[in-house]
Nanobody, 117 residues
Framework: QVQLVESGGDLVQPGGSLRLSCAAS????????MGWYRQAPGKQRELVAD???????NYADSVKGRFTISRDNAKNTVYLQMNSLKPEDTAVYYC???????????WGQGTQVTVSS
């Protein structure tokens, strides 16, 4: 079965940086749009950024200029570099893989990012 395994979440001070990784298995990675979503307590899950196989990128307005999404198709891995972190970035971050068919939509288990002094 398809697996998306996130890593890199941690507790970091405001202004700090983190790099999240998501390793995918059992999918044809290059055919999937890879995305990062986040969900804060009491809030809906929201898109942070996504990237197509051709590296077309979309960012939420709240993270533009601070976060960078990238992918390595040879390693079946997508990354999220997060700089200038703010307390409002605190959330569980989820990796998503969206394929060519409606049923091809997969989620990782999530990784906690906490921004606090």
């Amino acid at each position: 079965q398809v697996q998306l395994v996130e890593s890199g979440g941690d507790l970091v001070q405001p202004g700090g940086s983190l790099r999240l990784s998501c390793a995918a298995s059992r999918i044809i990675f290059s055919m999937y749009i890879m995305g990062w979503y986040r969900q804060a307590p009491g809030k809906q899950r929201e898109l942070v950024a996504d990237i197509t196989s051709g590296s077309s990128i979309n960012y939420a307005d709240s993270v533009k200029g601070r976060f960078t999404i990238s992918r390595d198709n040879a390693k079946n891995t997508v990354y999220l570099q997060m700089n200038s972190l703010k307390p409002e970035d605190t959330a569980v971050y989820y990796c998503n893989a969206r394929g060519p068919r409606r049923v091809d939509n997969y989620w990782g288990q999530g990784t906690q990012v906490t921004v606090s002094s």
